[in-house]
């Protein structure tokens, strides 16, 4: 066989096996949560981002996030994203919809415990906190089973100019949902990484039927499953548009979250991402 024979077959293994990488295997491994944008930017009217859902679901089949002008809530669930409206109902998303923030893994849950008696939020918490203790690693949350009540808010799509989140999320709309199957998605961040992402838990709700959701405040489950799987990598993907490069971050960042994710007034501890968009 001649030497150039021998670089060809090279450079062809080369190419078959890339290529098979790329059908098969995801843009980031499962303990890489991959995030666009950051807090920070968010609360700052940032309200413009230009990643697609279709390229975001390249880097992961779970995770939450907001659309362009805040127009809805993200859900992105077993590899389908759900656009979560302010009414209360859910719709998919289309590929070419854009986000300004929002937050993906691929999840393979490493832990998973039954949840057989009726449990507050604080009380599933504290169960996961078991499950996966660590609170300097990013953690992915999924809780899937019966509600006997999930309270949700949801703002309202925002027009320029854009005000800052804490004064879109003024008056956003509650939704209530009563007996209803359904599943929690998200992340439980840790507090360091304030400004970049939420700390804390950021929980997004969708019925069983993928027509009905949420950010998710509080809940109450009567029995179902919850499951963890923790992240060890942090994938930050930043925008280069002018607003974001104009934004500024606030040395009150903390009482802006509290406001924006917690809703005015409200006592926003560790736990605490009751409200806002993303």
């Known amino acids: 066989m001649s030497d150039t024979q021998t670089a060809w077959d090279r450079l062809l293994h080369l190419m078959t096996s890339l290529a098979q990488q790329a059908h098969n295997g995801p843009a980031d491994p499962p303990s890489t949560v991959y995030q666009t944008s950051t807090m920070a930017a968010l609360l700052d009217g940032v ?30 669930l077993d590899g389908v994203c759900h656009r979560l409206r302010s009414d209360g109902t859910a719709t998919p998303a289309a590929d070419d919809d854009l986000t300004p923030f929002a937050a993906v893994t691929f999840f393979r849950p490493e832990k998973t415990r039954r949840l057989t008696s ?29 509600f006997s009540s999930v309270s949700t808010r949801t703002v309202a799509e925002q027009h320029r100019p854009y005000p800052p989140l804490v004064e879109a999320t003024a008056d956003q709309a509650v939704t209530a949902f009563q007996d209803i199957h359904g599943t929690l998605v998200g992340f439980v961040t840790p507090g360091y990484v304030g400004g970049v992402s939420v700390p804390g838990y950021h929980l997004h709700f969708i019925d069983d039927s993928r027509q009905k959701g949420g950010h998710c405040f509080d ?27 104009a934004s500024r971050s606030s040395a009150s960042f903390e009482d802006q979250v509290r406001k924006a994710e917690g809703g005015a007034g409200d006592a926003a501890g560790p736990s605490d991402d009751r409200n806002g968009s993303g």
Do not use: K, Q
């Open 219 to 245: 809940f109450e489950i009567t029995a179902g499953t919850a499951a963890v799987a923790t992240a060890h990598d942090f994938h930050l993907s930043l925008p280069t548009s002018a607003a974001f490069l």
């Open 47 to 76: 309200y413009e981002g230009d990643v697609t859902v279709a390229a975001l679901l390249e880097h992961g089949d779970f995770g939450v996030g907001t659309f362009n002008g805040l127009d809805g809530e993200m859900v992105v």
């Open 118 to 146: 009726p449990m507050a939020r604080h009380d599933v918490e504290t169960a996961i906190g078991e499950l996966a203790p660590g609170d300097n690693l990013m953690r992915a949350v999924r809780v899937d089973g019966h």
